[in-house]
């Protein structure tokens, strides 16, 4: 069974949206199981940047998006994205720079509250009514 799985629960009801939210939480979960397999490090960390890269693309649509709809919650979200890009880079620069070939367990707590805090309770308010 899959550690990272999109559900209803992450519905933000705009299908663009619920598409890139999809193939995020896709990308998780390839570094996920690179990482629970045992995979040579430079497998987890090329999984890395391309969950990273696809995480700046994700947030620049989104607030793309959000900025269209003249959505009123856009600069606090805009930062919000900031803090998550900011970890995330943190947390992964963390795992090049160290000599482990494991990620931490704290890598994927990270991912996992993204998903389950950003996404379900910070994206779904720009669900339209
Ligand atoms: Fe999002
Ligand atoms: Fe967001």
Redesign the pocket.
Known sequence: MAYFVWDEDLD?GVEA?ND??KH?IDLMEVVYEKNAAGAPREDILAAVDELGNFVIE??RD?EAMMAEQNFPGLEAHRQLHANLLKDFTSHTEAFRNSDQNVLPEDFMAFLSLWINT??MA??TKYSPE
């Open positions: 933000v949206m890139q939210h995020l994700h947030f989104e950003h996404i910070i994206d």
